[in-house]
């Protein structure tokens, strides 16, 4: 049943904690929200290059050419360990926000499961990299 | 009536998830060798000449691949960048910025559609 007349009490305004943004724990979350540049440029820079393969030789070869400039291997440099920062971050949070169970079903350990993305990613990166360097196919 | 952002947020939420989770997996061989090794000289240049670049890139898995490489992480990039807005400069403009955002992403998402259909 709702009230009569509406309470007193108001709602006090947001307020940013003191530590927010680069103290203490905030640290680590403002970089992985700031990550979110550097996946936004690197999916133009990966659309570029595709996007050049498609059009010849010539376009292609000119992205290769690019690519060996300072700034973009300073970009590169920095995107590793941006990608390297978000994959350590993001698998830690993962076992934690799995279900209790569902339905009979009861997620692995979490260990298991942080074991499973760590072999999956080194796994998936070792085969493309392989294949990118031309060690197969 | 619910706000159309709202009603996508289950879809933009799955991008954005699968952007960080595949979009990691798939961008950190993508970047060690064709962003440093290979210009680095690491790596032989050849090792992704047109011929095989190609051949690779026009194989559908290379295709599939190509595809979440980049529009995946569009959508984690335009989903955190929402985020790190909203917590720098308030909500007040994300009635413009969201959707802006994910224009982008979507844009770049057809436009890798486009890019790797064409290989």
Redesign the interface.
Known sequence: MAPSKPGSTRTAPPQLPDQ??FGGRYLAY?L?????????????V??C???S??S??AA??SV?DR??SIF??A???I??VG??F??IR?FSF?PKAQLPRIGPVKPPPKPVILATLYA??IG??????I????GI? | MKHPLLKLEPLIWLLFGQ???L??????????????????GI??????S?E??????SHIIGRV??LG??????W?????????LI??GGAERDALVAPLLYL??TI?SV??VV??V??
């Open positions: 927010f943004p403002t992985f929200d700031l990550t979110g540049i550097l996946y936004l440029l690197l999916g133009f990966v659309l290059a595709v996007w393969l498609g010849g030789e292609w070869n290769l690519h060996r973009y291997i970009f590169h440099a995107s590793l990608v390297i978000v994959g993001f993962f999956l990613w998936v990166t070792a085969f493309l990299s294949v990118l360097a031309g196919f | 952007g960080i989770l979009g990691t997996i798939l961008l950190t061989p993508w970047v060690l060798v064709v962003g440093l090794a290979i210009p680095l790596v032989p240049a050849d090792a992704l047109y095989r670049a190609a051949m690779l890139g691949i190509l490489l980049i529009a995946l992480p569009l984690k990039g335009a989903h955190h960048m929402r985020h790190t917590d720098f982008l992403a770049g436009m890798a890019a790797v064409r290989i």
